[in-house]
């Protein structure tokens, strides 16, 4: 038998597949056919700051918290609570709600747009970094921070971030960018469920991370995994956990069993007894070419490029 059991933020899980956030698991009843499909572990879809500070969505902060208490009272794996924050004084007090109506860990989204020309990005990663660590200061629960991709020197604020008090790291947050309607001129909001390839950002990053931050923070991969085989793409280059939405919401729940199907079959043909064998087996410390994760990628793959010849 092979062992998918993992640990992520002091949890243990009995497989790496984690249903990241979500509107499957924001109801009771789909959150419950998430977990029977195979889920590890669930995150909550966001509860934003603006959702607690605007009049306009009275009462949707205890309405989060009432979801969370009554899903958390029927699951039995863990249940993380999203948070989409910008500033740090809101999320410290509602952590501690947060904890209170049952959840197992924290995720801390963070998300912001760099538009101010006045702001360096020292002042905005100084911010995110008073985010993570009020919310530290006022919980006691595991916390996971979610990042963009855009930080200018992303391996340092990784290791701010864990220092400010991060147990683990989800890479990576994705942007839905706008799009712009051409005979009204409106602004339209666009949701794009992930591609396959996207994978490919967070693979290179989770193999440079593990090694600079080892024990001291777990690793979930997120963004473009549909299938057993981008799990073990996620755990060979160091990922604690593998998390999906999109390919949930294309497929349904039940997805879920296909995925971990994949998982065991390649374990097994390749004779893995357990996670802990292949994690990091292609990290940044392992991998035959360091280098293939920095710029020599990026030079390899244009010089690999051929037009295709009739």
Sequence with gaps: MVDLSTRYLGLTLANPLVASASPLNGSPNTAR?????????????SLFEEEIGDSTYAGVGNN?????????????????????????GTWARYARWLTDAGADAIELN?????????????????????????VRSEVDLPLSVKLSPYYSALANFAARAVEAGADGLVLFNRFYQPDIDVETGA??????????????????????????LGANASLAATSGISSGADVVKALMVGADVAMMTSALLRHGPTHLHNVEGELRR??????????????????????????????????????????HRR
Excluded: C, M
């Design 64 to 88: 989060y918290l009432d979801r969370l208490e009554t899903i958390k009272s029927q699951a039995s794996v863990p249940i993380i609570a999203s948070v989409n924050a910008g500033s740090p």
């Design 110 to 134: 963070l998300y912001r747009v760099a538009a101010d020309p006045s702001r360096s990005a020292a002042d905005i990663e100084a911010d995110d970094l008073e985010t993570i660590a009020a």
């Design 187 to 212: 602004v339209v909001p666009r949701v794009e469920l992930s591609q396959n390839w996207e994978l490919r950002l967070p693979l290179r990053w989770l193999a440079i991370l593990r090694p600079q």
């Design 266 to 307: 390649w374990l097994h043909q390749h004779n893995y007894a357990s996670l802990d064998e292949v994690r990091g087996s292609a990290s940044q410390a392992t991998a035959q070419d360091p280098t293939a994760f920095e710029r020599a990628n990026y030079l390899v793959e244009l010089q690999s490029w051929a037009p």
């Design 33 to 45: 056919a998430v977990e029977d499909a195979g889920a590890a572990a669930l995150v909550l879809p």
